[in-house]
């Protein structure tokens, strides 16, 4: 079983929405802990270390298998 590691980085925007990066895809959890290590120390990401999310990944697996709706405040819904 193939894993590969997700490194994402999250925070929140004024105004509530977030902005989510994409940092990389690693082959080991070791090497995404790297990764965020050396993201930690840039800008933006120094002041914001706990948005740093690693996810592994089952490869050739669906992983998102339901459909999806996505809601847009002030279009039509109350």
Excluded: C, N
């Amino acid at each position: 079983m193939d894993i590969v590691y997700i490194v994402t980085h999250t925070h929140e925007l004024p105004g509530g929405q977030e902005d989510i990066k994409f940092i990389g895809v690693y082959g080991s959890k070791e090497s995404a802990e790297k990764a965020v290590e050396r993201a930690s120390v840039k800008a933006g990401f120094a002041e914001t270390k706990e948005g740093f999310f690693i996810e592994g990944y089952q490869l050739g697996k669906d992983h998102w298998t339901e459909g999806f709706f996505t809601y847009t405040p002030g279009e039509g819904h109350e």
